[in-house]
């Protein structure tokens, strides 16, 4: 996978070359099932606490600690958990995750307390660390070279269904349980683990920790003997995080922590919260137009993937950073607006944000070696959620406080940081040769 000529590989096809075969799919469909849980799992929270807020009697700080504590738990899980995938292989770290997620999405239906939810929520965030930590990982070492960035950028399209098929749940739900909403995200856990337990380590991992005959038994089943073991480089001690921020490419390995920072932290505080946001603008008839946003989002993401395919990877982050920044900056600079003009630039938005959040799960898979990519892309989606649980937190408080015109000037100042980092230091990385 990380050479470009058979010559490279003596005595065997490269692993990259090959045609497809049912390991990429399955490889595909287990980390894609946990793109959509994870998508479930943050999404299904906003419409539970829109029915909890009366009975556990939420202040708008509670219902942010509440949206928030996953995404703390994805800060905590992708820095503790990459790095363990890196030293201890991709496989263990990445099934049995999935009990967790099964254990914990059940044991909310128990819930009276908020603390517990908190808990709880907190350590789904754990678990969702994993997926985005070791999932991206995984799919970039079993992918084919031709198409690579599309597959990769699958996950987000994976993500973004999951989190829309929660919120038609919610909506749809006529039942007045939380609990058992927030416990619904067992079944596509289950699903998930069932499809993880027939894939094998990746071959990369393997022979970079000198398995050379365990990566040769893998691909012998699900390749054939005519290819070859992906060359790596050799580890001769275990990753460390600190080897992240030193040596020549410091500067790249921040940069995949910034962009995504500044592209979830508006993401996620509006589509938690966007009932609210639609009452503080004074939208009427949120629920029928907040199906047609979540259908745009839909579209937007396989619009992303589209858009991964015709751009470079420079000028992907630099365009859709500056139009989600102009969207966002039009919401909330326009003083009284027609009710028209507030929904169409919504759509802009929620079109371009999840079609720009595809390459999330491309450039820090591209950007880091074999040695470091659990590790590294643990710590940028870590990085990544200081601003998302940041703006899930206090955008309530800032809605109660501020007003919808003013929050969503906030909201603006994250993608035009983005634009601004990634024209100074956004890399190439679009045929980038994976080591």
Same mark, same amino acid.
């Given at each position: ?29 287990? *980390? /894609? ?9 943050? $999404? ?39 790095? /363990? ?39 789904? $965030?754990?678990?969702? $660390? ?11 070492? #079993? ?21 829309? *098929?929660? #919120? ?25 683990? *069932?499809?993880? !337990? ?24 699900? #390749? ?58 004074? !939208? ?20 992303? /993937?589209? /858009? ?67 590790? $590294? ?5 870590? #990085? ?7 703006? *899930? ?43």
């Amino acid at each position: 996978m990380n050479v470009t000529t058979p010559s490279a590989h003596p005595g065997g096809i490269p692993l990259d070359d090959a045609p497809l075969k049912p390991i990429h799919i399955l490889a595909a469909a287990a *980390v /894609l099932g946990g793109a959509i849980l994870d998508g479930y799992v943050l $999404g299904i929270v906003g419409p539970a606490l829109a029915l909890a807020k009366s009975e556990m009697a939420l202040s708008a700080l509670s219902q942010g600690l509440i949206a928030a504590s996953a995404l703390i738990g994805v800060f905590i899980g992708g820095l503790i958990f990459g790095n /363990l995938a890196d030293r201890y292989g991709r496989r263990p770290v990445f099934s049995w995750n999935l009990i967790s997620f099964f254990v914990l999405s059940l044991l909310q239906f128990f819930v009276q307390e908020v603390w517990q939810l908190v808990v709880l929520r907190l350590a789904l $965030g754990l678990a969702i $660390g994993v997926e985005y930590a070791v999932g991206t990982s995984v799919l970039a070492e #079993f992918s084919r070279r031709k198409g690579r960035g599309v597959l990769l950028g699958s996950f987000s399209v994976g993500w973004q269904v999951g989190f829309t *098929v929660a #919120f038609i749940v919610g909506t749809l739900y006529d039942g007045g349980d939380w609990r058992f909403l927030l416990a619904t995200s067992a079944i596509p856990a289950l699903i998930t683990f *069932v499809l993880r !337990m027939g894939l094998p380590e990746t071959p990369m991992w393997l022979n970079a920790r000198g398995r050379s005959a365990d990566a040769r038994r893998v691909i012998d089943r699900h #390749f054939g003997p005519e290819y070859a073991i992906p060359e790596v480089e050799p580890e001769t001690t275990h990753p460390s995080p600190r080897e992240l921020l030193v040596g020549p490419n410091k500067r790249q390995h921040l940069y995949s922590g910034l962009f995504w920072f500044c592209q979830v932290g508006p993401f996620f505080a509006i589509f938690t919260f966007i009932i609210p946001v639609f009452d503080a603008l004074g !939208m009427q008839d949120e629920t029928t137009v907040n199906i047609w946003l979540n259908g745009l989002q839909i579209a937007g993401a396989i619009f992303g /993937l589209f /858009l991964l395919y015709w751009l470079s990877r420079r000028s992907f982050v630099i365009w859709t950073f500056a139009v989600m920044f102009v969207a966002l900056l039009a919401i909330g600079a326009l003083q009284s607006p027609p009710l028209w003009l507030i929904v169409a630039l919504f759509a802009i938005y929620m079109f371009v944000a999840p079609a720009a959040n595809n390459i999330q799960y491309v450039y820090p898979a591209e950007i880091f070696d074999t040695r470091l990519r659990s590790t $590294g892309v643990g710590f940028s989606a870590a #990085f990544s959620r200081i601003s998302a649980a940041s703006a *899930v937190y206090l955008l309530p408080f800032a809605l109660e406080r501020m007003g919808a015109s003013a929050t969503m000037l906030i909201m603006a100042a994250f993608p035009l940081l983005g634009m601004v980092l990634s024209i100074l230091w956004a890399p190439e990385t679009k045929r980038k040769i994976l080591r």
